[in-house]
Every structure is written in structure tokens, then in C-alpha cells.
């Protein structure tokens, strides 16, 4: 199993970024996938995660975001996204993506760092 | 959601048995059997080293069991060893179909 996050950038406080996970080794169709995120000295904090299709399809998001990202996933190219909306400072952080989301996570990649700032 | 409660910090030597707590409340630790552990270096991405609160995934040491009473999840480490020193969090399930991690406690091998 293998992820490599990407897009993460110096962004202005209310702009917008996605970030990207490539994920090879493994069905990504099949699998439910989730962003977990780590600002800078902190520790980990869930962001969110999205079912795979057969199961719905659905994403569900942590409070502090919900409205503001999106996750979605294109299967045809084993990639998952995030879309990040009315970015805060407080949205610092090395974002992470990581197999799993129904009850654990399994594999995680090595992160990409957003980073909100004027 | 709060965040899960460990402490910041505890402290072992070699060959020491060591116990991480982990407490939440009756809508996430409590009411799931879905606790998992997470075991981070720093600058790398978290390692789970226990799921569903007692399942350990294959390639992790044996020495890493999990447990749960209450609302308060544990992590024991036995024969503690110099490369088990890193930051280690539990996560849990909770209601409204989101997870919500601890803090993090750091280990010390003395």
C-alpha cells in the first residue's frame, strides 16, 4: 500500500486549495478513505472520510470543517481529494490521507503541509 | 467533540511493562469497541498499532496489547525497548459518524 498526498501551499486566509492522494498497492474502489490532519506541534485531529461507492459513496467531516471541504475520490485514477473552502489560520497543518474510516485507519502517506497564511 | 484524554507524557525503562490511558465519554469510548491506537515518530506518519480496541494488525509487536473499561481505553507496551520511544495516540468512534483522537503521550525509554 502506497500514498502520496500533493497540492499542500502557502494560502491567504479565505482562499481555497485541494490537496491530492495517490494511492497504488491496493483496490482504491474498495476502499473507504479518510484526511486526517496535524498542525504544527499538535497532535492528530480527524478531518474526515468518504465510503467507497458500493457503499454510498458518502463523506462525512469533522465540525470544525463541515461546509467549508470536501472530500471526493475519482476511482478511474486511484486518487482521493480534499477541497478546502474559506481556509482559516487555524487550517494549518500537514494533512494527511490514510486507508480506513470505518473503524480504524490503516496505511497513511507521508502528509503534505497547508499552510494559511497572509 | 472534545478530544480524547491522555497524559502528555510517561516514562519507562528497558524491559519495563508500561500502561498508556486513554479517556473519553459515553458517546465515543464508551459506546464503541472501536478504539484504536497510533504510534508516531516525529516527522513521520502514524503506525496503528492496536484496532478495535484488543486487534493488533499483522507485522506489529506482540508486546502492544489493547483494552477497554468504561469509557477509558488503554495501551500496555511489555518489554519496553529503546525504539518504542514516540508520541502514541488513541482514537475512537464516535456517534454522528466522526472519530475524535487524544492528545498524544509521549513515551520516554530511559
Known amino acids: 500500500v502506497h500514498l502520496v498526498e500533493s497540492g499542500g501551499d502557502l494560502v491567504k486566509p479565505g482562499g481555497s486549495l485541494r490537496v491530492s492522494c495517490a494511492a497504488s498497492g491496493f483496490t482504491f474502489s474498495n476502499a473507504w478513505m479518510s484526511w486526517v490532519r496535524q498542525s504544527p506541534g499538535k497532535g492528530l485531529e480527524w478531518v474526515g472520510r468518504i465510503k467507497r461507492d458500493t457503499d454510498g459513496g458518502t463523506a462525512d467531516y469533522a465540525e470544525p470543517v463541515n461546509g467549508r471541504f470536501t472530500i471526493s475520490r475519482d476511482d478511474s485514477k486511484d486518487t482521493l481529494y480534499l477541497q478546502m473552502n474559506s481556509l482559516k489560520a487555524e487550517d494549518t497543518a500537514v494533512y494527511f490521507c490514510?486507508?480506513?474510516?470505518?473503524?480504524?485507519?490503516?496505511?497513511w502517506g507521508q502528509g503534505t503541509l497547508v499552510t494559511v497564511s497572509s | 467533540q472534545s478530544a480524547l484524554t491522555q497524559p502528555a507524557s510517561v516514562s519507562g525503562s528497558p524491559g519495563q511493562s508500561i500502561t498508556f490511558s486513554c479517556t473519553g465519554t459515553s458517546s465515543d469510548v464508551g459506546n464503541y469497541n472501536l478504539v484504536s491506537w497510533y504510534q508516531q515518530y516525529p516527522g513521520k506518519a502514524p503506525k496503528v498499532m492496536i484496532f478495535e480496541v484488543i486487534k493488533r494488525p499483522s507485522g506489529v509487536s506482540n508486546r502492544f496489547s489493547g483494552s477497554k473499561s468504561g469509557n477509558t481505553a488503554s495501551l500496555t507496551i511489555s518489554g519496553l525497548q529503546a525504539e518504542d520511544e514516540a508520541y502514541y495516540y488513541c482514537?475512537?468512534?464516535?456517534?454522528?459518524?466522526?472519530?475524535?483522537f487524544g492528545g498524544g503521550t509521549k513515551l520516554t525509554v530511559l
Open positions: 490514510a486507508t480506513g474510516g470505518a473503524s480504524y485507519f490503516g496505511a
Open positions: 482514537c475512537s468512534y464516535a456517534r454522528s459518524n466522526t472519530f475524535v
